[in-house]
């Protein structure tokens, strides 16, 4: 199994950045694909972005294409997702999950972390 840990999170203004991590331990880390979900109140969990086990491939949403950009460092047994010119809409909680990654909007997700809250302020 693998335990995930996210960080990063906080409160910025709109325009602002923020690095999330995720940390990651036990069963073969590199061997999972990693995907990184998003929910904000009231709605339903979104995905947001994935990349392959060997970080040679990745993939983000629509609505963050240009701003957000996921990344792994498989020797440090991490994963991250670059967050800039953050939005009001991108207040969420967001989620990291190891898991199979099978189509370009579709992420299966096995093991998933605590989520850190992400606020942009207007």
Known sequence: ?????????????????????????GRTFSSYAMG?????PGKEREFVAAISWGGARTYVVDS???????????????VYLQM???????TAVYYCSAGAWRGTHYFSGDYWGQGTQVTVSS
């Open 36 to 40: 990184w979900f998003r929910q904000a």
């Open 1 to 25: 199994q693998v335990q995930l840990v996210e960080s990063g999170g906080g409160l910025v203004q709109a325009g602002g950045s923020l690095r999330l991590s995720c940390a990651a331990s």
């Open 64 to 78: 963050v294409k240009g701003r957000f950009t996921i990344s792994r460092d498989n020797a440090k047994n991490t």
């Open 84 to 90: 800039n010119s953050l939005k009001p809409e991108d």
